[in-house]
């Protein structure tokens, strides 16, 4: 049976999973902290400062009404908005190298607590800051906006543990609840992706914080839903933990083959490999 997706509020995730993640930075010795991560070229310090970079900024925009300074460069497509955005990354990233782990760690700190502060007081039902273009979007839930917000933090302290041998969080709901805002980019992912009305490609997503999830052809779009039909035109089962590494560009397309398991018609599965829920 397919269901519409509810609203995923993840609010009141930010203060828990921030404040696990200032803990792990507090224990980590020094040369920890220049270990390389699934982030491509950045090491464990510059995903702390993009983190800190992220927050400071969601306060100056959203909680203080700063308006967003405007581009040096005019934005008039997509790779010049990917360009626009890597950017700002990475001047932030390349100023914090002057920064010690102690000073990223506290920055860090003051920036989650008061951006746990201000999502909490925050109503369920305010407008979006900023459209959530991975899924496409022109506007924005916000909801999806925060939910957004959450992706970034999550994915980020994962990569994080993963580059100092550190476990994973222990409570399941963190990982679903980024699951289920990540998701929601699957149809902008098969926006170019033609089939009949009723098409419907199924991801089984085992583990602690897996479900069921249905991509289904509808009026000529495609939309995600929960649960599954009777008869599936394509099924993908995956584990939670090579999902969201599949989602935010951790995986080859060589190792997310050898991680899901396909039933069906494979050519709408391989779109599911490009996929992302993070600019890239």
């Known amino acids: 049976m397919l269901t519409p997706l509810p609203p995923t509020d993840t609010r009141v995730l930010f203060r828990p999973v921030s404040s696990e993640l200032v803990a792990l930075l507090r224990r980590l010795p020094a040369d920890a902290w220049q270990r390389p991560t699934i982030a491509g070229s950045w090491v464990v310090r510059d995903i702390v400062a993009h983190l800190v970079d ?3 900024r969601r306060l100056s925009f959203h ?6 300074p405007a581009p040096r460069r005019p934005i008039n497509s997509e790779k010049d908005f990917v360009d626009f955005i890597n950017g700002l990354n990475r001047d932030f990233v390349e100023a914090t190298r002057r920064f010690s782990p102690h000073v990223l760690t506290d920055l860090f700190e003051k920036a989650s607590t008061e951006l746990a502060d201000f999502f909490e007081e925050l109503p369920v039902d305010a407008p979006a800051l900023f459209p959530v273009s991975w899924a496409g979007e022109q506007a924005s ?4 906006d925060v939910g957004r917000e959450f992706t ?9 543990r993963l ?8 409570a399941p709901r963190y990982l679903r609840a980024m699951l289920e805002i990540a998701l929601r980019g699957l149809p902008h992912a098969y926006r170019d992706v033609e089939a009949p009305d009723g098409t419907t490609i199924v991801m089984a997503i085992y583990g602690p914080a897996g479900g069921l999830w249905t991509l289904l052809r509808e009026g000529g779009r495609w939309v995600i839903q929960a649960g599954g039909p009777e008869r599936a035109s394509a099924s993908v089962r995956i584990s939670d933990g090579h999902m969201w590494r599949l989602l935010f560009n ?3 397309n ?4 050898a ?3 396909i039933e069906g018609d494979r050519a709408l599965v391989r779109p599911l490999l490009a996929a992302r829920s993070v600019i890239v």
């Open 54 to 56: 992220l927050m400071f």
């Open 63 to 68: 909680r203080d009404r700063m308006p967003p």
């Open 141 to 144: 839930e916000g909801w999806f």
């Open 152 to 160: 970034e933090l999550w994915h980020h302290q994962a990569q994080i």
């Open 163 to 170: 580059a100092v041998g550190a476990p994973s969080l222990a």
């Open 250 to 252: 951790a995986l080859t």
């Open 254 to 257: 060589e190792q997310a083959m």
């Open 259 to 261: 991680a899901i398991e």
